[in-house]
């Protein structure tokens, strides 16, 4: 059975950094597509980055300059490194992972997903 599992997340000011981790057990994604999205309240899931086998990488423009996703694959494992942040990133912040290698930002691109894990940024 695969599982991703982020880390605890947290309340931070603005201005901040945090990082988020993910773990995958179950099967191996380290020749597949792995992001990040998530999701505000009120608000629809959207994405934030993703990272393929290549270490490639995309961004949503909002966190361009700020987040940094990559990945080590001897851990299975993917990070958003969080720089800057802004009372607007608040959200929960979701791990996904897919079966492909393309880099793609739509949610029903990724067969697998985290819990989810709350950041909220105060100004």
């Known amino acids: 059975q695969v599982q991703l599992v982020e880390s605890v997340g947290g309340l931070v000011q603005a201005g901040d950094s945090l990082r988020l981790s993910c773990a995958a057990s179950?099967?191996?994604?380290?020749?597949?597509?792995m992001a990040w999205f998530r999701q505000a309240p009120g608000k629809e899931r959207e994405f934030v980055a993703a990272i393929g086998w290549r270490y490639n990488t995309a961004y949503t423009d909002s966190v361009k300059g700020r987040f940094t996703v990559s990945r080590d694959n001897a851990k299975n494992t993917v990070y958003l490194q969080m720089n800057s942040l802004k009372p607007e990133d608040t959200a929960v912040y979701y791990c996904a992972a897919s079966d492909r290698v393309q880099l793609v930002a739509r949610r029903d691109y990724y067969q697998y997903w985290g819990q989810g894990t709350q950041v909220t940024v105060s100004s």
């Open positions: 179950g099967r191996t994604f380290s020749s597949a597509a």
